[in-house]
């Protein structure tokens, strides 16, 4: 995953060797992203799997912390290697991201399911900008953080527990819902909490109030998903996920949709594992072979296995 620039240029104007420091391309490494021989500008890269660029591209950092949010990022879809949407993060902390992407609502299975917080505000529109906050809400009005129900949470979206310690969290941190009209963080504005009439942008005289919807995804620990009805032999699998590679169009989207297939059911990653014949057929190109078997190779073996056998 990296700029789809041209390579850009660098604040010497003019392209400059590869500086090798000792560090080694790995997974989540930042670097340079040379178009050529001893040509760095100010492209760059985050490597997202195995990659054989050592001594050709300069290492100077490492992702420590958001994966999920790199993950994302590399998952968007594409055509001809660039991206078909702008991705923007907009803020980001340990626990939550602002990242406004196309969005994409996922189908949810018996045992996964969302979570929505709805965060107040309340302000002004002056000149045309506008100045909100939490700390202006009224007694009345809703808490900085609620349910959809109305009950209160808090200040902070670390409030929110899961509701019994049958569940965990499939998404590491909440994300700003960008679905309908809302402006390019997730705003609605209205001139109360209670009406009816909300817009994807301040209106001077008539943005009082405005509200923004937060999500997260989460499922049954796998102790509690073993033996359901949904459970699936190694063909049922097999069967299953190329049913949802069929329809795409082009070798990284296939990529994309297995990852995303291994992300969201890790229980059944074993009989992808025996299925090396499924996966090699399923690409053209050896290197999104590797990188599939690369990410299975990560999921844990499950001690219990929600897989029948043949």
């Known amino acids: 995953m990296g700029d789809p620039g041209d390579g850009g240029h660098s604040i010497w104007k003019t392209p400059f060797k590869v500086e090798t420091n000792g560090l080694e391309h790995e997974k989540y490494t930042l670097g340079s992203y040379p178009s050529g021989p001893e040509s760095n500008g100010s492209q760059f890269i985050i490597t997202t799997g195995d990659i054989k660029l050592d001594k050709k591209s300069t290492v100077f950092g490492k992702v420590t912390s958001g994966f999920d949010v790199v993950d994302a990022l590399n998952n968007l879809p594409t055509k001809n290697g660039v991206p078909l949407h702008a991705a923007v993060i907009h803020s980001a902390s340990t626990s939550y991201c602002i990242m406004s992407v196309p969005h994409v609502e996922l189908e949810t299975g018996e045992h996964e399911a969302w979570d929505y917080q709805i965060e107040s505000q309340r302000g002004w529109v002056l000149l045309g900008y506008p100045f909100f906050s939490s700390k202006l809400l009224l007694a009345m009005d809703p808490r900085e953080y609620s349910a959809r129900d109305g009950s ?20 590491p941190r909440w994300y700003v819902d960008m679905a ?75 990529v994309t949709t297995v990852i995303r297939y291994i992300n969201r059911y890790p229980e059944r990653a074993e009989a992808l594992r025996q299925s090396g014949k499924l996966l090699s ?22 001690v219990k296995n929600s897989i029948s056998p043949f």
């Not at 209160?152 to 998404?171: F, K, M, R, S, Y």
Request: glycine share 6%.
């Open 152 to 171: 209160a949470l808090g200040n902070h979206l670390c409030n929110v527990n899961l509701p019994d310690d049958t569940w965990e969290w499939v998404w």
């Open 180 to 254: 309908n009209d809302v402006d390019d963080q997730g705003w609605l504005y209205s001139w109360r909490f209670r009406s009816k009439d909300w817009k994807g942008y301040p209106r001077i005289g008539r943005s009082f109030v405005r509200q923004r919807q937060w999500k997260r995804l989460r499922r049954k620990k796998a102790e509690y998903r073993f033996g359901d009805k949904n459970a699936m032999s190694n063909d049922q699998v097999c069967q299953d996920l190329l049913s949802k590679v069929t329809d795409c169009k082009d070798e990284r989207s296939k």
């Open 281 to 302: 057929g399923m690409f053209l190109l050896p290197i999104s072979e590797h990188e599939i078997m690369r990410r299975l190779s990560e999921v844990p073996i499950q």
